[in-house]
């Protein structure tokens, strides 16, 4: 996983990002971490299921308020999780099967969180 050269203000982020990715289990993914301007959202994260990429975009405008950047690290945790899911559910030929069984693949890392 890859922070470096970000504003030190915004650390509690990466810090609770990657709380979240060894919880659900999700170290597999090589994460890199970008400010970017944008409109409309303060953080986003784009995925590459074959390469097993994400990139974390932040907003530079970002409320750096500790309690506010660990809401937006588990939301984008949360989406990674369901990067497979969303990347099926978009997917032009899919099965049930692969959705069932990516929505088992969530469940059992959710279930993995109760231990």
């Not at 809401?71 to 899911?85: G, I």
């Not at 099926?88 to 069984?101: A, C, H, N, P, T």
Request: charged share 30%.
């Amino acid at each position: 996983m890859s922070a470096e050269n970000f504003p030190k203000k915004y650390y509690p982020l990466v810090k609770e990002f990657e709380r979240w990715i060894k919880v659900f289990g999700l170290m597999f993914w090589d994460v890199r971490y970008v400010m970017v301007e944008m409109e409309g959202a303060e953080t986003l994260i784009e995925t590459d299921q074959d390469a097993h990429a994400a990139t974390v975009l932040i907003n530079k405008t970002l409320n750096p308020d500790p309690k506010y950047l660990k809401h937006c690290a588990f939301h984008e945790a949360a989406e990674l999780l369901m990067a497979e899911v969303d990347w099926l559910m978009k997917g032009r030929f899919i099965s049930e099967q692969d959705v069932d069984s990516a929505r088992h693949k969530v469940i059992n890392i959710l279930s993995n969180v109760l231990e």
